[in-house]
């Protein structure tokens, strides 16, 4: 009888242990995933985990340096303000011409990608860091209100404007829709003074 209790015992913990080692709950991996150590990673962070190359980080801060390049023009052309939403260079706004990022996020119009990205990475500066906060389904809010990215037209608009300055074949269809929609508003403008 103790024999058979034993045995009996031994198979379920044997079971239990199989269990939880196939489920893998308390696996390290489980375990760090809400810091971001986990074991699974997401298709981009396997390209990040890549050592970059000396001609590559060379590339990059070069890359870098102008975009601080450009920024400062902008900001002495009135066009990217220094007081932004988020810390770093944000090279969406750059490569667009520029914005305030601290005055969209205020007005609770919009923001650009990079700037909702980055606030949502937790990026954001001492000013509006303060104002953050979630709602009850989890959305980033700053001073109650969700914060929102800009509409698509606007991001559409924002890469043609990108395009222009860069000479990027960026988004074909986009400009074609944007010429067809300024070819139909311009029709539509002129039926409007033809019935007048």
């Known amino acids: 009888m103790r024999t058979t209790a034993t045995i009996t015992g031994s198979l379920v913990l044997l079971t239990i242990g199989y269990a939880l080692g196939v489920s893998q709950i308390l696996s390290p991996a489980v375990l760090l995933a809400q810091a971001g150590k986990g074991k699974t990673r997401g298709a981009g962070d396997s390209a990040a985990a890549q050592p970059l190359t000396e001609e590559s980080k060379t590339k990059i ?4 340096d102008a975009l601080k390049a450009a920024m400062d023009s902008l900001q002495a052309e009135g066009k990217y303000s220094e007081q932004q939403a988020v810390k770093g260079l944000n090279a969406f706004s750059i490569l667009t011409g520029g914005n305030n990022s601290f005055k969209e996020l205020e007005s ?10 980055a606030l949502y990475a937790g990026l954001a500066t001492d000013k ?8 009850a389904e989890g959305k980033l809010t700053y ?3 969700v914060v929102r990215m ?11 404007r990108r395009a222009e300055v860069t000479g990027e074949d960026l988004l074909p269809t986009v ?11 311009a029709a539509d403008t002129e039926e409007t003074k033809d019935e007048e």
């Open 61 to 64: 801060k070069a890359a870098a």
């Open 108 to 117: 609770g119009g919009g923001v650009d990608p990079e700037t909702f990205a």
């Open 128 to 135: 509006v860091v303060v104002n953050l906060g979630r709602d």
């Open 143 to 145: 001073k109650g209100r």
């Open 150 to 160: 800009y509409p698509i037209s606007a991001i559409r608009a924002a890469y043609l």
């Open 175 to 185: 400009v074609d829709e944007a010429a067809r929609a300024k070819a139909k508003k």
